[in-house]
């Protein structure tokens, strides 16, 4: 079990900030845990789903990452087959459907708490999502160990090729919460990461700012133009927030004024535009290799000249 604490700003020495705010952020992370502890305890998997329905919509995709990170980590204590990985492939395949981001993701919080290296992509993972793993993995670190992180006392030795960089866009996602969703501490934090990171940080920042929300616009429309040249990666990962939602059937209020100032269109459109970059992609390349362009990392630079484009005219 892990403990409510765990995630609260006070244990994990995150940014002050508005207590409706830290409220908001810290919600989240109990959504998480919520999910991740009815999986451990659950007796199969209609008990779970039934758990899981119980969880407000609107935080529900949170409950589905943490029993997926649950699941994950009860394979990796499986030491044999058949069983092993069975668990998570159920879970991704059941309850936990209609919320494949965060299903990818849930296993990487599983492989960074269990330290292992990450190894992607995996026959188990969806050939298209499999990135989100290392998202997982970032946002994990980004989270627990952000202060090694921003002393450059770790690096993302466990990830390899293309997978560094969806570390990047997961720790940018970890932000949201490190920073207390301030728009001018999160340009700060990234400002003092290397140069070549910044386009995936931004991206990871604004999924986050989409997803989890707990601002005002005000404070959007500061991040807006604080990420000056990379206003594209920001929408692209607005827009993968607004799909994830769709997708699962839970919209929200902030996602759409986030889509609104970020995007410059309304979250229906801005899911829309990813699925219409996925035309005409192959998934069968994944890029596993140093260098290799990844469809994933296709689909985000079609969805990043789209939004580029519309922020050109």
Not at 29 to 53: K, Q, T
Not at 86 to 103: D, E, I, K, L, T
């Amino acid at each position: 079990m892990i403990p409510r604490e765990e995630v609260t700003f006070a244990r994990r020495g995150f940014a002050a900030c508005d207590r409706g705010v830290r409220e908001h952020l810290e919600g989240i992370g109990g959504a998480v845990l919520a999910g991740y502890h009815a999986a451990l305890l659950a007796e199969d998997a209609a008990a779970l789903a039934v758990s899981l329905r119980e969880v407000d919509p609107e935080r529900r995709g949170y409950a589905c990452e943490g029993a997926a990170m649950a699941m994950a980590m009860l394979d990796h204590l499986t030491p044999w087959p058949p069983w092993r990985s069975q668990r998570w492939v159920s879970f991704q395949r059941g309850a936990g459907a209609a919320h494949p981001y965060m299903v990818h993701v849930g296993a990487g919080l599983a492989l960074a708490r269990s330290k292992q290296r990450l190894q992607l992509p995996g026959k188990e993972f969806d050939p298209l999502l499999c990135w989100l793993v290392a998202d997982g993995y970032g946002f994990h670190e980004g989270f627990f160990r952000w202060k090694e992180i921003s002393q450059g006392r770790t690096v993302t030795h466990r990830a390899q090729g293309y997978a560094r960089r969806a570390f990047d866009q997961g720790l940018g996602r970890s932000l949201w919460f490190v920073c207390g969703a301030g728009a001018r501490r999160i340009d700060a934090a990234i400002r003092a990461l290397p140069p070549e990171r910044w386009s995936d940080l931004w991206s990871g920042v604004g999924l986050a700012c989409a997803y989890a929300g707990g601002v005002e616009r005000a404070e959007i429309e500061s991040l807006r133009g604080l990420a000056e040249r990379f206003g594209p990666e920001l929408a692209q990962g607005v827009a993968f927030a607004a799909q994830a939602r769709a997708r699962a059937g839970n919209p929200a209020e902030h996602t759409e004024v986030a889509c609104r100032v970020l995007c410059g269109c309304g979250a229906g459109e801005a899911a829309e535009a990813t699925v219409l970059a996925l035309e005409g992609l192959s998934v069968e390349g994944r890029g596993d290799g140093e260098g290799a362009v990844p469809a994933f990392e296709v689909w985000r630079r079609r969805i990043q000249a789209r939004f580029g484009a519309r922020e050109a005219a």
